[in-house]
């Protein structure tokens, strides 16, 4: 099933105004969607026997930039039977300045491999998936302080009264 079949699907069953935006010029096709529709989303791709998006690839968080007070989530899902894909992301509005966090429904309901890809976004960016099972850090101590991938991270020094050092003399090819 071709992209634009999947996003008139798509259409028919939510509505236009599920759908942000759209990104055809990559080698995935993208749609950003309305977060507040995303788990029923989900589930229709899943479910709806012509679709049957029965695989999540990855899941990723995206920060663009310091200075926006919004983060992203992409999700790449597959149906494997009849060989089709398409890429969803979703923007996570925050308020950097206030250090909190976004949040975004889980869809380990959805895909149960959701969540180790949610963990880890969790880890690296502070994502909170809500109605998550398990989340907790994945990849980073649990009392590691921020998020190693997001733009404004800043690097630790010292843990647990040991110096990290980020030595590149010895990574040189």
């Known amino acids: 099933m ?8 798509i259409i028919e069953k939510f509505g236009s105004e599920i759908i942000i935006a759209e990104q055809t010029e990559q080698l995935q ?21 012509d679709l049957y998006f029965d695989y999540l690839n990855c899941l990723s968080g995206v920060d663009y930039a310091a200075d926006r007070n919004e ?10 039977p009849y060989k089709h894909n398409i890429v969803l992301k ?9 250090n909190e966090n976004p949040q975004c429904p889980s869809v ?14 969790f880890d690296m960016y502070g994502i909170v998936f809500t109605n998550h ?3 907790r850090r994945i990849l980073c101590p ?32």
């Open 71 to 80: 983060l992203a989530v992409v999700y790449h899902i597959s149906s494997i």
């Open 108 to 121: 380990c309901e959805v895909w149960r491999s959701a969540d180790w890809h949610e963990r880890e976004a």
């Open 142 to 173: 649990d009392d590691w302080e921020g998020y190693p991938l997001r733009k404004d991270y800043v690097a630790a020094e010292l843990y647990k009264e040991l110096k990290i050092t980020f030595d590149r003399k010895d990574d040189q090819l």
């Open 90 to 98: 979703v923007m996570l509005p925050f308020n950097r300045a206030e």
């Open 133 to 135: 099972p398990d989340l």
């Open 2 to 9: 071709k992209f634009e079949e999947i996003k008139n699907k």
């Open 29 to 49: 096709a993208q749609l950003t969607v309305d977060i507040h529709s995303l788990v029923r989303l989900c589930f229709y791709l899943k479910d709806d026997a």
